[in-house]
């Protein structure tokens, strides 16, 4: 559930208020831990672009030379040999990463990268008829997922016209009013094959309930898939209570396991066993005691697993390891609780800014997004993001006039916050 009442601090715009915080931050020895990107000074530069690729624990190197090495003593005989056995590699990492997104290990799998698991997902889950053939999307979705829905309706032989609904926010406003998105499920429901949001979506950082979306699209009878690219390891999804049939992530973002890293699926445990489901098949996701006779049967292995299809990439996998290592040790409510307040740090400096250039698209409401700030700055071009590139600063820019920030509670400092306002205003003096 969203609650509605946020957690007021006592914030003060000082560097030594700054400071403090991060001498108190229970947290704040896992920022050793991380790689922080210098400047071309030598200078730490302020990082805050997790929300686009996550920084490279300290960790992950010792991790895939681990597999490197057995590879190179063992040859095929690390299948089984291996420290960290091959066949059975990626049933650790579910079992880590069920952990992180709220799901039981049966429900989730690490494999292949997003948009395939968004594909395959929907092989098995948008199942369009005549009369239920749409599938709700928001308007400012992910372009990847997009084309993918296109694609989706148009190979079952639909108009993407009129296949996809588009869930818009009012006109001048930037974010998608609750009551709005129940009318549509309500009024559009029984077209509908398919609703499928983002956890968190990626422009605007507003953080959807999903129970509540899910619970709605359930009685209209429609399938339920989210996108958690930007909500895992960010906010504490407890996604198998939320009822959803499947959802993809990829762990590159908040989860810090490397350029492209091999994205996960979740599949509710109600379909666990479920071989009606038309899906596409390889031999991972077959019977492991048969898989080897090859002659076989596909014999579906229950759960999540079930949708592999290949023997998974090891070299891959082991950053995904060493990230989830880190995430299984901190926790995912110790880590929300600081993002919470890092995040609302950011938002307390930025108001003090008083400038009416800058308006923050990110809703307020502590429980409605994850650690992300958009910040728009009207009547701004690129000018005030490459200045505050140039003093060091790591963000993020959309087109035509969003600077996204996203103060990652397991390495972002207060400190860095302060830093970052300080060198936007001083940037926006001179613009
Ligand atoms: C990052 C992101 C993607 C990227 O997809 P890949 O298949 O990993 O390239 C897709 N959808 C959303 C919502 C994202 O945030």
Same mark, same amino acid.
């Given at each position: 559930m969203i609650e509605n009442n946020n957690i007021?601090? /006592?914030?003060?715009?000082?560097?030594?208020?700054?400071? &403090? !915080?991060?001498?108190?931050?229970?947290?704040? @020895?896992? /920022? #050793? !831990?991380?790689?922080?990107?210098?400047? +071309?000074?030598?200078?730490? +530069?302020?990082?805050?672009c997790g929300n686009s690729l996550g920084l490279q624990p300290k960790n992950t190197f010792s991790y895939v030379n681990q597999e490197l090495e057995d590879w190179k003593n063992l040859g095929v005989n #690390?299948?089984?040999?291996?420290? &960290? =056995?091959?066949?059975?590699?990626?049933? +650790?990492?579910?079992?880590?990463?069920? @952990?992180?997104? #709220?799901?039981? =290990?049966?429900?989730?799998?690490?494999?292949?990268?997003?948009?395939?698991n968004l594909h395959l997902g929907m092989v098995s889950f948008y199942r369009p008829s005549k009369k239920r053939y749409?599938?709700? *999307?928001?308007?400012?979705?992910?372009? +990847?997922?997009?084309?993918?829905?296109?694609?989706?309706?148009?190979?079952?032989?639909?108009?993407?016209?009129?296949?996809?609904?588009?869930?818009?926010?009012r006109e001048n406003e930037s974010l998608i009013r609750w009551k709005d998105l129940e009318e549509c499920i309500e009024r559009e429901g029984e077209s509908i094959a398919l609703i499928l949001l983002g956890g968190v979506n990626y422009y605007t950082g507003q953080y959807f309930d999903l129970k509540r979306i899910a619970e709605k699209g359930h009685k209209k009878g429609c399938m339920i898939g989210f996108d958690l690219a930007h909500a895992v390891g960010n906010v504490e999804i407890n996604l198998h209570d939320s009822g959803a049939?499947?959802?993809?992530?990829?762990?590159?973002?908040?989860?810090?396991?490397?350029?492209?890293? *091999?994205?996960?699926?979740?599949?509710?445990?109600?379909?666990a066993q479920n071989d009606d489901l038309p899906r596409f098949t390889g031999w991972w996701g077959h019977n492991k005691k048969t898989r080897f006779n090859m002659r076989k049967e596909f014999d579906s292995l229950s759960g999540a697993e079930g949708w592999q299809l290949s023997n998974p990439p090891i070299l891959g996998l082991a950053p995904v390891k060493a990230s989830l290592d880190i995430f299984n040790k901190v926790g995912m409510r110790a880590l929300r609780a600081k993002s919470i307040k890092l995040t609302s740090y950011l938002e307390f400096l930025l108001d003090q800014i008083n400038d009416e250039r800058i308006r923050i698209i990110t809703p307020s409401n502590q429980w409605e997004r994850g650690c992300q700030l958009s910040i728009q700055i009207k009547k701004s071009d690129k000018k005030l993001f490459d200045m505050?590139?140039? !003093?060091?600063?790591?963000?993020?820019? /959309?087109? =035509?006039?969003?600077? /996204?920030?996203? %103060?990652? %509670?397991?390495? &972002?400092?207060?400190?860095?916050?302060?830093?970052?306002?300080? *060198?936007?205003?001083d940037g926006l003096k001179r613009i």
């Open positions: 007021a601090f /006592r914030f003060e715009n000082s560097l030594d208020f700054a400071l &403090n !915080e991060d001498q108190i931050d229970a947290l704040g @020895k896992y /920022r #050793g !831990e991380f790689w922080i990107p210098k400047q +071309s000074g030598g200078k730490e +530069s302020i990082y805050l #690390g299948h089984v040999k291996s420290s &960290n =056995p091959w066949l059975s590699y990626h049933e +650790s990492i579910s079992e880590s990463m069920a @952990k992180v997104v #709220g799901a039981k =290990p049966i429900e989730t799998v690490v494999m292949n990268t997003l948009t395939n749409k599938i709700l *999307i928001e308007s400012d979705a992910f372009p +990847s997922d997009r084309y993918a829905v296109e694609s989706q309706v148009s190979f079952h032989g639909y108009n993407p016209k009129e296949g996809i609904l588009k869930m818009k926010a049939d499947f959802a993809v992530w990829c762990t590159y973002k908040y989860l810090n396991s490397g350029p492209g890293a *091999i994205a996960a699926l979740f599949v509710h445990e109600r379909h505050i590139t140039d !003093e060091g600063v790591v963000a993020d820019w /959309r087109e =035509p006039d969003v600077i /996204r920030v996203a %103060p990652v %509670p397991l390495y &972002n400092s207060f400190k860095d916050v302060f830093d970052f306002v300080q *060198i936007l205003q």
